[in-house]
């Protein structure tokens, strides 16, 4: 039996888009992301709202990443959602929990003491990693939800783009391609 060519052709144009994909998965889940971020938690490094970030997906489950490196993970209290967040601590690190709810600086001695549960020092594990926001005051992140297991990490985030500022710079009025920014392992390591 010869099947007309119409259908040769269906089936051929089904049999590339399946196979397309399958590549697209494929590149999205083991190699490259390219997704949008929103929220307060990383100013100044990522915009509230039209940034996109760049992720490469061979640091996935937390392989070959440093303190200071941006990741993209799922949140561990809610695995629908995302997070966009900096590593501050790796396994074995000793970490204060929350430096701002207990300094003399930011609250009164009475508020210190109350905040004492918050004074506390942990020591991430083993397989995780302590994460924050770079905005610290209005970031969800290791603070309120724990350590972050690497097995929650989907990449590691190498650059943005603020897509609703166009091709041009608004200040020197070069082209740029959508203010693509590098993002920059931001840790600073002082000998003592």
């Known amino acids: 039996m010869v099947l007309p060519e119409s259908l040769k052709?269906?089936?051929?144009?089904?049999?590339w888009t399946l196979r397309a994909g399958c590549l697209a998965h494929l590149i999205h889940e083991y190699v490259y992301e390219f997704t949008e971020t929103?929220?307060?938690?990383?100013?100044p490094t990522l915009q509230a709202q039209n940034d996109y970030v760049?992720?490469?997906?061979?640091?996935?489950?937390?392989?070959?990443?440093?303190?200071?490196?941006?990741?993209?993970?799922?949140?561990?209290?809610?695995?629908?959602?995302?997070?966009?967040?900096?590593?501050?601590?790796?396994?074995?690190?000793?970490?204060?929990?929350?430096?701002?709810?207990?300094s003399p600086l930011t609250n009164s001695h009475n508020e210190c003491i109350s905040n004492d549960g918050f004074n506390k020092y942990i020591?991430?594990?083993?397989?995780?990693?302590?994460?924050?926001?770079?905005?610290?005051c209005h970031s969800?992140?290791?603070?309120s939800y724990s350590v972050l297991p690497m097995a929650l990490i989907r990449g590691k985030i190498v650059?943005?783009?603020?897509?609703?500022?166009?091709?041009?710079?608004?200040e020197t009025?070069?082209?740029?391609?959508?203010?693509?920014?590098?993002?920059?392992?931001?840790f600073v390591s002082e000998k003592i």
């Open 38 to 43: 929103r929220g307060e938690s990383m100013l």
């Open 54 to 102: 760049h992720a490469f997906k061979k640091h996935r489950l937390g392989r070959d990443l440093n303190i200071g490196d941006c990741i993209v993970a799922i949140k561990p209290s809610d695995p629908e959602h995302r997070v966009c967040k900096r590593i501050t601590g790796m396994p074995g690190d000793m970490i204060l929990v929350d430096p701002s709810s207990s």
């Open 140 to 143: 969800l992140d290791s603070r």
């Open 173 to 186: 009025g070069k082209f740029w391609f959508w203010n693509l920014r590098w993002i920059e392992n931001s």
């Open 159 to 170: 650059a943005a783009n603020s897509l609703n500022k166009g091709f041009r710079n608004p």
């Open 123 to 136: 020591r991430v594990p083993e397989g995780h990693v302590w994460v924050t926001g770079d905005n610290l």
């Open 9 to 15: 052709f269906i089936g051929s144009t089904l049999s």
